[in-house]
């Protein structure tokens, strides 16, 4: 069974749809092929009167559906069956955008921010260790430096962030990091969580539009490279439409299961400027879960 668009000289040579309400409908089942013109208003009286028949007909009586019935029934088949190649383009073009985007978020200007990072794995004491994080820029390129305030300065973690090439992850003695998914001060964040690499991944499309913590959201869908197997299998990231900003994410094992969550959290207003108080991910998988306590400036 297939459908289309009318033909003037075969069924291979499309015609663009009639002005108006009026839709030109090919129909083929098997060796029968027919074509029929059908205004919109009398699609739903053409079904009311073909069901109608359907349902009063005795058994054997000869009556059967007319071919305009047969020609709409094959229309609806083809809509509710047949993919919608040209939306899947678009939810691609339009989250390669958005993950472009993000990714050119550049700073607007250096920060250093301090606080606490509280581990807390399922069963046992939490750890706080104090640390700070100092954003700097310059041209198309930023960094940002993540430190327990207590280790050598060598421990700490630079991230160098371009929005047209991956990151670069250097220690603070300026060697570069040999696994960038080592946890970061034995947390549950990874370097690259902190560097939120999956913006660079080759694939990135819109799989859905909807609410979270009462905010209108694209939920971006980021995947790696076929074949890489060393890290997350996708992440799902819900963008705040107003803000830009990633409130949640989900991160998926290479078995397709859940493993992390990220969340932002409370934010308190200082000095007329909205600031972040703290956020926290969590391994659903193990139970561990690490939160960010961001020290707020005096009012």
Not at 63 to 71: E, W, Y
Not at 199 to 219: A, F
Not at 224 to 233: E, K, L, M
Request: hydrophobic share 35%; net charge positive.
């Amino acid at each position: 069974m297939s459908c289309g668009a009318a033909t003037e000289n075969g069924p291979d040579k499309l015609l663009p749809p009639l002005p108006g309400l009026v839709t030109p409908i090919r129909f083929s089942h098997g060796s029968r092929r027919g074509l029929l013109s059908v205004a919109a208003p009398q699609l739903g009286k053409l079904w009311r009167q073909e069901t109608e028949m359907r349902l009063m007909a005795a058994p054997g009586d000869g009556r059967t559906p007319s071919k305009a019935f047969a020609a709409l029934v094959t229309l609806l088949l083809c809509l509710f069956t047949n993919p919608l190649p040209l939306r899947a383009a678009n939810d691609v073009e339009e989250g390669r955008a958005l993950a472009e985007e993000l990714r050119g978020n550049v700073p607007a200007e250096t920060a250093r921010l301090q606080g606490t990072l509280k581990i807390q794995p399922r069963g046992k004491a939490a750890q706080m260790l104090p640390f700070y994080s100092a954003v700097s820029t310059g041209g198309k390129e930023w960094q940002v430096i993540y430190a327990i305030t207590n280790l050598p300065a060598e421990e700490a973690v630079a991230i160098i962030h371009n929005p047209d090439t991956t990151n670069r992850y250097v220690r603070g003695d300026g060697k570069p990091m040999a696994d960038v998914q080592t946890p970061f001060a034995r947390s549950d964040f990874t370097l690259t969580d902190l560097g939120l690499e999956f913006l660079h991944w080759p694939q990135q499309r819109i799989v859905k539009k909807e609410m979270s913590r009462s905010r209108p959201c694209k939920v971006l869908e980021s995947r790696p490279a076929p074949g890489v197997t060393n890290g997350y299998s996708r992440v799902l990231s819900w963008v705040d439409n107003e803000s830009g900003g990633i409130i949640k994410a989900e991160a998926y094992d290479q078995r397709g299961k859940l493993l992390k969550e990220f969340a932002l959290g409370s934010f308190k207003k200082v000095n007329g400027r909205w600031q972040l108080q703290d956020m926290k991910i969590t391994n659903v998988q193990t139970g561990s879960r690490t939160t960010l306590e961001f020290e707020m400036p005096k009012e």
